[in-house]
Structure formats: structure tokens, C-alpha cells
């Protein structure tokens, strides 16, 4: 009988040339003015080293099928929970550089909304010098949607001693650009009707990974453009398409800061800090 748990140490390895035109079409989301830069920018990784699952191999979610990398767990619903990444170096265009996976922990839990299964899966990239990124990224599968909505929790509250607010507004054509970069068919990010009639969410989900660069490039900002070392962060509760949300933080010391997004109702959303 096949248990999820036995992919823990499974492992994958994808070697690519890392490509300007990704990082023009990221300073273009982005809104930046001028040439992009030729460094990959806190997050601009999430661009390469994408699974290119041929579409036969497609599941209902638009996802690739569980059960070749990603262990068969069978509840239906994917989030990305959160993650912990290191900087050890920077990756610039025009190099060669190769990401290993490797599943590090299998989890199943039973939460107030049902059964819970989370995988860790660790990526190291590197190029011909060396380590560039280390990052531990956290997914969550959950059960599918109760006709009724199901039990449902009162969600935490943001902070509200943020020094630093920026207002987005999401909107379908940002979440499409975004699943371009990164080649990801997930329908919770464009399908408004899978998202509402499969998956019982109100609107388009923003994506986890895409929330975890908007808190990254606040902290840049915001701390002095220094290069980040560290940044971990958590998903609390999704952000829709529906309603504005806000960016914002703190610093905590020097070479620290925590950073934040606040949904419309004033829920707490993504917390992460980042060090430099």
C-alpha cells in the first residue's frame, strides 16, 4: 500500500540558463521604470526551474498530478503555506544555475476545518560558484469545500502598529501576468467559476508566492535597499481579488524588520520578517 509519507527523500533536479526575459516581464509586473535589472531580484526565483508537466498529466485543479514528485496525497485543495528562504548569493542573467529538491517531511494533522496534510520540500540553487538560495517551502492540501461553506474560524487579526503602508489592488490581468512567469496553471488564480462553484472561495486567490515578493520588496525598500539575507514568512488567510489589501511593517533593529499584509477586513493574512 502506498503512503505519502514514503516520497520523504524523494528528490528532483532542474538545470537551466537563467534568462533576462523573465526578469524584464517581473520589472514590468512590477511597475518599474527603465531597463530591468540583470539580477534576480528576493522572489525573482520563482520564475525558473518551473515543472513543465506535459498536458496529459494535468489535474482537475490545473496542477500537475500528485504522485510523481509531489507525494499522492488525495485531498484536493493546494495552498502554499509558507516557506523560510536564505540568500547566500546573488543569480544574474546569462548564468547557469541548477535547483535541487528534495521532500524533507510529510504532516497530516486534523484542523477545525478537517484533515490537513503538509509537505515540506527543500530547494537549494546554485550556480557554477556555489550556494545561491536555500528555501524550505511549506504546502497545505486540504478537503474539498462543504456544500454549506463548513465550519468556519474567526480569523486573526493583522497588527495594527505598522509604520509602512502601501495599498494594492489586485485584479484578474496582475494575477495572469504573475501565473505566466511562473508557468502556474493552478485555476484558483484566473477560473472565477472553478473558484467559486469547486473550491468555495468568493473571488480569484492571489498567490501565495506572489504576496511572500510584494513583503520581500517592502523590506528592501524600506530598510535601505540593502541585500536580504533572510526572509520567513506564514499564510494565515488567502487575499481575493475583490477588495484592495495593504502591505505594511516595521523595523525591529537594524538589520530587521517585520513585515505584514492586512486584508480588507482588517485580518492578518501573510507575516513574515526579514533580515538583512
Not at 525558473?48 to 500528485?66: A, E, M, N, V, W
Not at 502554499?80 to 497530516?108: C, M, Q
Not at 484533515?115 to 537549494?124: C, D, G, K, R, S
Not at 496553471?185 to 473558484?195: L, M, Q, S, V
Request: with cysteine; net charge negative.
Amino acid at each position: 500500500m502506498t503512503k505519502v509519507e514514503d516520497w520523504i527523500g524523494k528528490q528532483e533536479s532542474r538545470s537551466e540558463i537563467i534568462h533576462q526575459q523573465s526578469l524584464n516581464g517581473f520589472a514590468a509586473l512590477m511597475d518599474e521604470a527603465g531597463d530591468a535589472s540583470d539580477v534576480v531580484p528576493p522572489g525573482g526565483h520563482w520564475m525558473y526551474f518551473l515543472p513543465t508537466d506535459r498536458q496529459s498529466r494535468i489535474g482537475p485543479d490545473g496542477h500537475g498530478l500528485k504522485g510523481d514528485f509531489l507525494p499522492p496525497v488525495e485531498l484536493p485543495r493546494r495552498m502554499w503555506a509558507g516557506g523560510r528562504l536564505t540568500f547566500h548569493a546573488p543569480l544574474k542573467a546569462g548564468e547557469t544555475a541548477t535547483k535541487i529538491s528534495t521532500i524533507k517531511n510529510v504532516t497530516a494533522k486534523d484542523g477545525r476545518t478537517g484533515a490537513l496534510v503538509f509537505v515540506t520540500v527543500e530547494h537549494l540553487v546554485k550556480n557554477d560558484a556555489g550556494l545561491c538560495i536555500t528555501e524550505e517551502h511549506d504546502i497545505v492540501y486540504r478537503e474539498a469545500a462543504a456544500p454549506d461553506g463548513g465550519p468556519k474560524k474567526e480569523p486573526q487579526a493583522a497588527p495594527t502598529d505598522g509604520e509602512w503602508d502601501v495599498t494594492v489592488t489586485p485584479d484578474p490581468v496582475l494575477l495572469f501576468r504573475y501565473s505566466a512567469l511562473t508557468f502556474n496553471g493552478h485555476r484558483i488564480h484566473y477560473d472565477r467559476d472553478y473558484c467559486l462553484k469547486e473550491e468555495g472561495y468568493p473571488g480569484l486567490v492571489v498567490h501565495g508566492p506572489l504576496l511572500g515578493t510584494f513583503l520581500m520588496r517592502l523590506a528592501v525598500t524600506k530598510m535601505g535597499g540593502r541585500p536580504l539575507k533572510q526572509f520567513h514568512f506564514r499564510n494565515f488567510n488567502p487575499i481575493f481579488d475583490i477588495a484592495s489589501f495593504t502591505l505594511t511593517g516595521k523595523p525591529e533593529s537594524d538589520d530587521s524588520c517585520s513585515v505584514w499584509v492586512r486584508g480588507p477586513a482588517g485580518e492578518l493574512a501573510v507575516q513574515a520578517t526579514a533580515s538583512f
